[in-house]
């Protein structure tokens, strides 16, 4: 497939092999990370790594965290990893196909991702591999099963997995998603035009100082206007991740365009956690409301004052409602279900939904 590993076209990895030691001077300790392992899913390699250290302790629960689009691991904020590794979390995270370290697909003849989202085929890959690749981290773990937390695209990702794989979920929480099944303009519905246009007319130079810049500014665009946008921690957190992937639009494209063949959402078994921002700038909270009313069971929160994004102040709200959910009846039957996949981590193939 002539596929490459990222983050860029310099391929120039963002991380080596040694952990990683997160760049926060004012915080109280630094957050460690294990050495980037990789796993595989067919032809594509996937960088992860494990918080290393963590507060969970012996007997900690797996937990697999997801990214959104176009977004590397980094991006998840080291402070709401520390305080789920408190509150008994084994934390995981990893590049998705297309992002970060992990392997890059060729272009395609669709680069823009507002006409992969119209798109009636992906052309690269389907969301069923894209679900599977959140499997193959979880084999390279270790991991029988694992509780699944996924926000933006990574909750639709997640949400899948638990369709597609039901044996390996234990709990899933999706945030700041649409339904996993929705497509072209059952998608829509739920995006504000408005932010998708300010995102699209978006410039920067490739340039590190250009990844900066694109960080502090997709980061603005997707904070809540409900409170100040502290534009120094924005700036030092992009220079910490130093991630070009959110201003790749032919590999949000690509994601972004994988299509989901699978059952629907209603077919979801497991404990189920919806969380939403009041004031999330893209997404609309239908689309939360939407989610957790069709998934049986599912419960839905809606965080006050927050965008789409993951604001320091409801780091311990989000880490809450995810132990509550870990606790709650039905969490701990995973891994005696059968898949609604194909068996392994082969490719699904079928027609449109």
């Known amino acids: 497939m002539n596929a490459r590993r990222g983050p860029d076209a310099r391929n120039e990895p963002s991380a080596s092999d040694a952990p990683y030691v997160a760049n926060e001077p004012d915080a109280p300790s630094a957050c460690r990370w294990t050495p980037v392992g990789w796993a595989e899913n067919g032809e594509v390699r996937l960088a992860y790594d494990q918080l290393a250290g963590g507060e969970g302790g012996e007997g900690a629960e797996p937990l697999l965290l997801i990214t959104g689009l176009g977004a590397c691991r980094l991006w998840l904020p080291d402070g709401l990893c520390q305080v789920l590794a408190a509150r008994g979390f084994a934390v995981a995270r990893y590049d998705p196909r297309d992002a970060g370290q992990s392997t890059h697909l060729p272009p395609t003849a669709t680069r823009n991702p507002l006409a992969a989202l119209f798109g009636r085929r992906g052309e690269a890959y389907t969301a069923e591999d894209m ?8 084999d390279a773990l270790g991991w029988r099963s694992a509780h699944l937390f996924g926000q933006s695209l990574g909750g639709a990702v997640a949400q899948r997995v638990a369709v597609r794989h039901p044996g390996r979920v234990r709990t899933l929480t999706s945030m700041s998603a649409i339904p996993g099944d929705a497509a072209g303009l059952q998608a829509l519905r739920y995006v504000r035009l408005r932010t998708l246009a300010r995102f699209a007319r978006l410039k ?12 502090v500014a997709v980061a603005r665009l997707l904070a809540s206007p409900a409170r100040p946008f502290d534009e120094r921690a924005a700036r030092e957190s992009a220079v910490r991740i130093a991630d070009n992937g959110i201003r790749d639009p032919q590999a949000q494209s690509r994601q972004i365009g994988a299509q989901w063949h699978g059952p629907d959402i209603e077919a979801i078994r497991v404990p189920t956690l919806v969380l939403h921002g009041a004031d999330d700038p893209l997404i609309r909270p239908s689309g939360g409301r939407r989610t957790a009313g069709r998934i049986p069971g599912a419960r839905g929160v809606t965080l006050p004052g927050v965008g789409h994004d993951l604001p320091e102040e409801q780091w311990e709200v989000i880490a809450t409602e995810i132990r509550r959910l870990a606790d709650g009846p039905g969490a701990s039957d995973a891994g005696t ?14 027609g449109e939904r």
């Not at 679900?131 to 979880?138: G, H």
């Open 337 to 350: 279900g059968a898949d609604n996949g194909t068996g392994g981590r082969e490719r699904r193939r079928g």
């Open 131 to 138: 679900a599977d690749d959140a499997i193959a981290v979880m």
């Open 204 to 215: 920067f130079p490739d340039t590190a100082e250009g990844d900066v810049a694109a960080g």
